[in-house]
């Protein structure tokens, strides 16, 4: 992959954690480029650094030493409230425990991102209606999340993620709680919002999931032991 085009682009990173005399290295020299419209999957074992990656790149955390380049700017040690900046224009996020508002309903969920960026009440209605039309999820806008399946809060929780139009979609085990049928829904819509422009870096345990997949990587003990393009891509 060119470096030159790369949105995304981690250099030679490190990220060690110290409590009191102990050092735990989550990624260990780890280097990576992200294109723009790229469906990215990291497989691994639990402890290989999946997170702590997804947590660099969707400046959640920063690295120990190295260099992580967000459309040419180094932002490696950016402070929290400037990375905070970064990421509300640039950075969705899907969690595996879908970490929705449970006294607000699904539009209020999928409407907060668009507060965060004091966008307009008009024009925040106008978009919520959007996502939710695109998701199937227009029947529940007024639904709160203990009414909905776990299939349903993942959508909701992927709908709050792209509301904002953001450069990059971070996914950490979006069908983990979901049983099958939930998770190929799920993987259904993401395979459409990559169609559609988004650019996707998702970790998985799941290996029935990869041919949805651009790239395929595969860590362990903190490092990039492969990075393959698939049919997909």
């Known amino acids: 992959m060119s470096s030159e085009q790369a949105f995304f682009q981690l250099q030679n990173v490190r990220k060690v954690y110290r409590a009191g005399a102990v050092e735990t290295t989550a990624l260990d020299g780890f280097s990576l480029d992200i294109q723009e419209g790229e469906f990215v999957e990291i497989m691994g074992p639990s402890g290989c650094g999946k997170t702590t990656l997804l947590n660099?790149?969707?400046?959640?955390?920063?690295?120990?030493?190295?260099?992580?380049?967000?459309?040419?700017?180094?932002?490696?040690?950016?402070?929290?409230?400037?990375?905070?900046?970064i990421r509300k224009g640039n950075v969705g996020f899907v969690f595996q425990s879908f970490h929705l508002v449970d006294h607000l309903t699904v539009f209020e969920n999928v409407e907060l991102p668009l507060r965060y960026l004091k966008i307009r009440s008009g024009q925040r209605r106008r978009r919520v209606?959007?996502?939710?039309?695109?998701?199937?999820?227009?029947?529940?806008?007024?639904?709160?999340?203990?009414?909905?399946?776990g299939g349903q809060q993942q959508r909701v929780a992927i709908a709050r993620a792209v509301v904002g139009d953001p450069k990059l979609i971070v996914a950490d085990e979006p069908t983990g709680n979901l049983?099958?049928?939930?998770?190929?829904?799920?993987?259904?819509?993401?395979t459409t919002l990559n169609q559609e422009g988004a650019t996707?870096?998702?970790?998985?345990?799941?290996?029935?999931?990869?041919?949805?997949?651009?790239?395929?990587?595969?860590?362990?003990?903190?490092?990039?032991?492969s990075d393959v393009a698939t049919a997909a891509a």
């Open 56 to 85: 660099i790149v969707g400046m959640i955390d920063s690295p120990s030493s190295g260099r992580y380049m967000v459309a040419g700017a180094d932002v490696s040690h950016a402070s929290e409230s400037r990375l905070a900046e």
């Open 200 to 225: 996707i870096l998702m970790a998985t345990h799941s290996a029935a999931h990869l041919e949805r997949a651009s790239r395929v990587l595969n860590m362990l003990d903190g490092r990039l032991v």
């Open 129 to 149: 209606r959007e996502v939710l039309e695109l998701l199937g999820l227009v029947h529940r806008a007024n639904h709160r999340p203990a009414q909905l399946s």
């Open 179 to 190: 049983d099958s049928a939930n998770g190929e829904e799920v993987m259904d819509m993401l």
